[in-house]
């Protein structure tokens, strides 16, 4: 190998392992002893034991699952519990109405009496992880066909899940780890009784709305605080007056000390979803096809949405949680692919691979194990490609932004399963499908909107997919007709669009009857028979192409892991609980632009529009903010410290997360990362890659001074060091 060559190795091998330690880790806790003197040179005080540890009590015992997206934690001796304004948002807005909109006015109890239950939501701790790979992986070979390989696992979860004690409060989960190369199974304990303590009005916690989100410079109490109850012997339990506040094992303290930058900082968590080993085909896919789709179909629903809710306050209140769903996304999208490109993401993998090629054939046991692999994800992934801009078509427009698709596909599922499996099923299962409709979709579901963006979809549809991916049906039904004219249609014969017609469509006794009179529904037909096209011409090759790359990326996930041995790995995240560790540090989001890592409320006063959606603020923030009144929560030099930035890597389900110091003190709320950086689920970088944070100082002004929570500040540990 020539001097040149030598280096440039030297140099992808080096970016390569950067990835893996430090900065852009995801770690699981119970894995952090290999990269503990690592986190202690970058200024931790800790060891890696008062982080994790089984045997007593440890930071991690306060980090909890907020129902199934979100972090939370517990900040005091009776369960109080700090998270995100939005990720409390679906539980506030279900308590909120016109007359009482805690969403808009915000909401303060003055006594545990005036808490409010929070139904559906749920709060998890972790108790343990157990790696069970050798378990899991029992009778698993290397030559087995995919489909073999997960039928053997799926029944040895189920043997090992059947042997352990669980019930409604307590289970176990086994997870796959680096691609199904390992399996951990984790005990958890679920609280059911969480209630509404305190949550600044939306023009604290949602300040800056949708122009603000994913963006740099901003000013976000984005805060709510919950708390868990147990019963009396301080076991989980169902809602009662009876029940009292749980008794956690540990509960954090808060440091109000001024972060200077490079400052160690921790941010433990519940990260969704990562694709951090994906192929440089795979990436590309994304950048170019899928996320270009998204963001197409996102924005003309959104469109249609804003101009609706602009003109009505309680359809405003009924449409806020699916339009900030909607809109986080597709904000995200158009950023992602943006950073991929920018940094050359694409470029990075495919360097990264002809190095893992370079050494592979260096070492020829492991050659001959994995020589096939790349190779063959590399023609799978052109096989894909002709499928993949019309799947993220297809599933955004009738499986997600449009809701009454939705409503006739699940219907039909009912219908398909009936007829295969007989009227006994029907009536075994219909009220499962009615509820999960009348909860899941038919909740927040208003027709006049839905019709709306069914007409702008329609034509996004069938301008950007072939024709041959169309359904005659649908076809047929805009044949001489517009977008309008069949969604006034549709939407004014079919039953579908209201929930006392569903509930009467569930009421009939038999399948027969059920499915008699869906196929009379002009919704029924038109979208199932689109289904059925998308699920013959689409899904299904999609789908055994994909089986075949998801065996395959498990064998190039094992080879990485061998051909660099000495490099320490952390898993793509999966919701289960992280660790990652990182600094206070501003960015350069572009040439000649540098942004400091804090903001002030001199800057959120600087932003303010009186009556503005997104930029209002309350009058006793301007007050406080007029008299430079912040006591114990300002800065050395006077001002308030709003929000801050680390290089900690989060994603979606870190919101919520705590960010800890050096000693583990919470300092504030994980919430949101910089658009410039969002690509950091595919490609970390750690030049760009930015979390955002409410700082505590902020959060404790607005429950301190603001809502006057004496008993609440009574309950919190404060320090200032």
Known sequence: MNKLKFLLVLLISFQFSFAQTGEGGMWMPNTIKQVEKDMQQMGMKLNADDIWDTSKPSVTDAIVQLGNGCTAEIMSDKALLFTNHHCGYDAIQK???????????????????????????TVTFIDDIIDVTPIILSGVTDDMKASERQSTIDKNIATFKKSTKQDKFHTINVKPFFKGNKYFAIKRTTFT?????????????????DTDNWMWPRHTADFSIFRVYANQNNEPAEFSDTNKPYTPKYSLKINLADLEEEDFTMVIGFPGRTTE???????????????????KVREATLAVMDKRMAKDESLKLKLASKHASLANYWKFWIGESQGLKRFKAVEAKQD???????????????????EKVLPRLKELYAAKEPYVAVQSYASEIFGRNIDLPSIANIMNMLVKRSETQGDGFYKAMKDRFKDYILNNTVKDFDAGT??????????????????????????????????????????????????????????????????KALKK????????????????????????????INDLMGKFMKAQMEVYSDKAFYPDANFTMRVAYGRVKGFEPRDGVFYQPRTHLSGAI??????????????????????????RYASKNGTLVTDFLATNHITGGNSGSPILDKNGYHIGLAFDGVWEGVMEDVYYRPEIARSIHVKDNYVLLIIDKLAHCDHI?????????
Not at 353 to 358: A, C, P, S
């Open 606 to 631: 600087a932003k303010y529009k009186p009556n503005d959606l997104e930029f209002d603020l309350p009058q006793n923030i301007i007050d406080l903010y007029n008299a430079k009144d912040y006591g």
């Open 713 to 721: 500040m009574k309950e919190l540990t404060i320090v200032k060091e």
């Open 352 to 370: 990264f691979e002809k190095d893992f090629t370079n050494r592979l054939i260096q070492k020829p046991a492991l050659n001959a194990k994995h």
């Open 277 to 295: 080993y994906l192929t440089s085909f795979a990436v590309k896919q994304k950048q170019d096809l899928a996320n270009p789709a998204r963001v």
């Open 193 to 209: 009784d969480i209630r509404l303590v305190g949550t600044p009005p939306a023009s604290l916690g949602k300040f800056g709305g």
């Open 521 to 548: 529904d002009p919704a029924y037909k038109l979208f199932t028979a689109q289904q059925k096209v998308l699920d013959e011409k689409v899904s299904n090759p999609l789908n055994k192409i994909n089986e075949e």
């Open 450 to 515: 839905d019709k709306e963006v069914f007409a702008a979809l329609m034509e996004v549809f069938t301008k950007n997919v072939d024709s041959k991916y169309i359904s005659k049906s649908l076809s047929k039904a805009l044949k001489g007709k517009t977008a309008s004219a069949l969604a006034d249609d549709i939407y004014g014969k079919s039953k579908l669009t209201s929930k006392e017609n569903i509930e009467a469509l569930f009421a009939l006794e038999t399948s027969k009857e059920f499915a």
């Open 95 to 121: 308590m909120s109405t016109v007359e009482h909109n805690y969403l808009e006015d915000g909401f303060w109890a003055n006594s545990f009496d005036e808490e409010m239950p929070a139904d559906d939501l």
